[in-house]
Nanobody, 117 residues
Framework: VRLQAFGGGLVQAGGSLRLSCAAS????????IGWYRQAPGKQRELVAS???????KYADSVKGRFTISRDNMKNMVFLQMNSLKPEDTAVYYC????????????WGQGTLVTVSS
């Protein structure tokens, strides 16, 4: 499984960005796709996830502002980020959890999101 994340950039506080994650390879083995982020000096955190059946989960810090979705036909997962705050600044990664596994084993390269105040 290979993942490629893109769509990051610089945006002002209150603005929006949409991140995309393209999956290739053995995509039928993917159960869950998650978006993680890591800010400078902070631990990596799971922001949102979506299962193959469409079940979504969000970190409390982004609930109501971020929406995760997936297009199974195109093997794409999206993270729509609205009402962005400076504290959302981080490198965002998409990761895949395969069927039968409890951890995220495959990672994209990360895309930088910078929110200016």
């Amino acid at each position: 499984v290979r993942l490629q994340a893109f769509g990051g950039g610089l945006v002002q506080a209150g603005g929006s960005l949409r991140l995309s994650c393209a999956a290739s390879g053995s995509t039928l083995s993917i159960n869950v796709i998650g978006w993680y982020r890591q800010a400078p000096g902070k631990q990596r955190e799971l922001v949102a996830s979506i299962s193959s059946g469409g079940i979504t989960k969000y970190a409390d810090s982004v609930k109501g502002r971020f929406t995760i979705s997936r297009d199974n036909m195109k093997n794409m997962v999206f993270l729509q980020m609205n009402s962005l705050k400076p504290e959302d600044t981080a490198v965002y990664y998409c990761a895949a959890r395969l069927i039968g596994y409890s951890d995220y084993r495959y990672w994209g390269q990360g895309t930088l999101v910078t929110v200016s105040s």
